[in-house]
T-cell receptor, first 112, second 111 residues
């Protein structure tokens, strides 16, 4: 079975901090995604990566950046955390288009 | 801009009843996915629909895709409590790697 592992289940940070969320997948998947999930807004795509060192902006990239130096790891960076970035963050991966995504357990991030 | 809309957003139904969740999308795509999310959990894949007219069934759930109408349905037959969850559809934006989720339908099956 595909395993997508997010480094933290819960995280509390302060406004202005630089925050790193890590995601690792173990099935040699090309595509990886970062979403945030908020009540009433569903899942919104922040960034995705279709291969190593490749990235594209999703619908809400402002305030975030990403890094994919190795195929199995996709990091989401909050450059200067703000309270409106308090949310559930979900990482996902898939082999290629036409395949379903596999999700991690999520990181519930609170910015105080 | 690709929009993916589901309706209803909330659905409360009695055990044993049938119902359908609808997923409309606004641009050309021939790849549609259904996922389930239990409270406090992550998403799990239910169905992948890759062509016009595709139909997939698993237990009491059946999904179909009409690419001409840009519509997918998730039909629930004789609902049971264990089906209570939030259901999402998602669409690949054609020609890109981008992937857009619908708003989700929260289903509650009452005993």
């Amino acid at each position: 079975d595909v395993k997508v592992t997010q480094s933290s289940r819960y995280l509390v940070k302060r406004t202005g901090e630089k925050v790193f969320l890590e995601c690792v997948q173990d099935m040699d998947h090309e595509n990886m995604f970062w979403y945030r999930q908020d009540p009433g807004l569903g899942l919104r795509l922040i960034y995705f990566s279709y291969d190593v060192k490749m990235k594209e902006k999703g619908d809400i990239p402002e305030g975030y950046s990403v890094s994919r130096e190795k195929k199995e790891r996709f990091s989401l960076i909050l450059e200067s955390a703000s309270t409106n970035q308090t949310s559930m963050y979900l990482c996902a991966s898939r082999k290629q288009a036409g395949q379903p995504q596999h999700f991690g357990d999520g990181t519930r991030l609170s910015i105080l | 801009e690709l929009k993916v809309e589901q309706n209803p957003l909330f659905l409360s139904m009695q055990e044993g009843k049938n119902y359908t969740i609808y997923c409309n999308y606004s641009t050309t795509s021939d790849r549609l996915y259904w996922y389930r999310q239990d409270p406090g959990k992550s998403l799990e894949s239910l169905f992948v629909l890759l062509s016009n007219g595709a139909v997939k069934q698993e237990g009491r759930l059946m999904a179909s895709l009409d690419t001409k109408a840009r519509l997918s349905t998730l039909h629930i037959t004789a609902a049971v409590h264990d089906l209570s969850a939030t259901y999402f559809c998602a669409v690949d934006m054609k020609g890109t790697y981008k992937y857009i989720f619908g708003t989700g339908t929260r289903l509650k099956v009452l005993a």
